[in-house]
């Protein structure tokens, strides 16, 4: 089974900053798909960026950006310029690529963001 | 398009007994999942299902029940409540599984507690 490991429960940054945050995974498969979602106190899940295992270049979304390692099997997140809407739990997902499959979640890390 | 709607948004209930959680999705997507976030946990799968009539066991399936009679609405059965249950539950549903681009769209959750 896949696991999805995020090894740090919280992290804070200085308004402007850069951080990033974590995440290691654990499968047999060669596709798949990672994930970053972002939840703020609303609850909502927001998906922030995704990265398809086939593709070398490291995806890219405004201020976030992931570093791919598929050999380390790790998906870092990178926020840029930190905003205190920035503020969140943010969760890493895996996903096979086959039909009607499901999610697997990370731990998350609280994101602070100190003004 | 309301996207994914979820009712209620909190409920009580005591031991022992039943509910139904509603989620309808205006997308006409073909997917449906039912997931669970334990206190600072990542989201784990219930049920999901492929198309109306169609559903299968997530990674914690037991005491719940789910259905699928329309592509629009995907009910999710709590029998017999017990404090375990204690949860936020997200539905959210996907055009179909496969690919980085089908992402699934999450709704505003659940807050169930069992007293």
């Known amino acids: 089974a896949q696991t999805v490991t995020q090894s740090q429960p919280e992290m804070s940054v200085q308004e402007a900053e850069t951080v990033t945050l974590s995440c290691t995974y654990d499968?047999?498969?060669?596709?798949?798909?990672l994930f970053w979602y972002k939840q703020p106190p609303s609850r909502q899940m927001i998906l922030v960026i995704r990265?398809?295992?086939?593709?070398?270049q490291n995806a890219t979304e405004n201020r976030f950006s992931v570093n791919f390692q598929k050999a380390a099997k790790s998906f870092s997140l990178k926020i840029s310029d930190s905003q205190l809407g920035d503020a969140a739990m943010y969760f890493c997902a895996y996903k096979k690529d086959n039909a009607g499959n499901m999610l697997t979640f990370g731990g998350g890390t609280r994101l602070m963001v100190k003004p | 398009n309301a996207g994914v709607t979820q009712t209620p948004k909190f409920r009580i209930l005591k031991i022992g007994q039943s509910m139904t959680l509603q989620c309808t999705q205006d997308m006409n997507h073909n997917y449906m999942y039912w997931y669970r976030q334990d206190p600072g946990m990542g989201l784990k799968l219930i049920y999901y299902?492929?198309?109306?009539?169609?559903?299968d066991k997530g990674e914690v399936p037991n005491g719940y029940n789910v259905s699928r009679s329309t592509t629009e609405d995907f009910p999710l059965r709590l029998e017999l409540a017990a404090p375990s249950q204690t949860s936020v539950y997200f539905c959210?549903?996907?055009?179909?599984?496969?690919?980085?681009?089908?992402?699934?769209?999450f709704g505003p959750g659940t807050r169930l507690t069992v007293l």
């Open positions: 990265q398809e295992a086939y593709k070398q």
């Open positions: 499968t047999s498969e060669s596709d798949y798909y």
């Open positions: 959210a549903s996907s055009y179909r599984g496969t690919g980085a681009y089908n992402e699934q769209f």
């Open positions: 299902s492929v198309g109306a009539g169609i559903t």
